[in-house]
C-alpha cells in the first residue's frame, strides 16, 4: 500500500483482508479469512407468470 493513496474503511478492510489471505497460502491458516469473513447472500428472482424461483448464491466477505 502507498501512503500517499487515501482509502475508506470499506476498501482498507478488502486490501487487509486480500494481504493477510496471500501471506497465510500454504500454511495451516490459508482458510482463515473464509471461516472468519466469508457471508452469503441468496438473490431470488420471481417469474409473475408462472411463479417459477430463481435463485443465486453469491459469497462475500463485506459488505457495501
Known sequence: MEGRVQHDAHELN?????????????????????????GKGVNQILCLKCGKISERVEQFYDLN
Do not use: M, V
Not at 478488502?14 to 466469508?38: F, H, M, P, V
Open 14 to 38: 478488502r486490501l487487509l483482508i486480500d494481504a493477510l489471505e496471500k501471506s497465510l497460502k500454504k500454511t495451516n491458516g490459508q482458510n482463515l479469512c473464509q471461516k472468519l469473513y466469508e
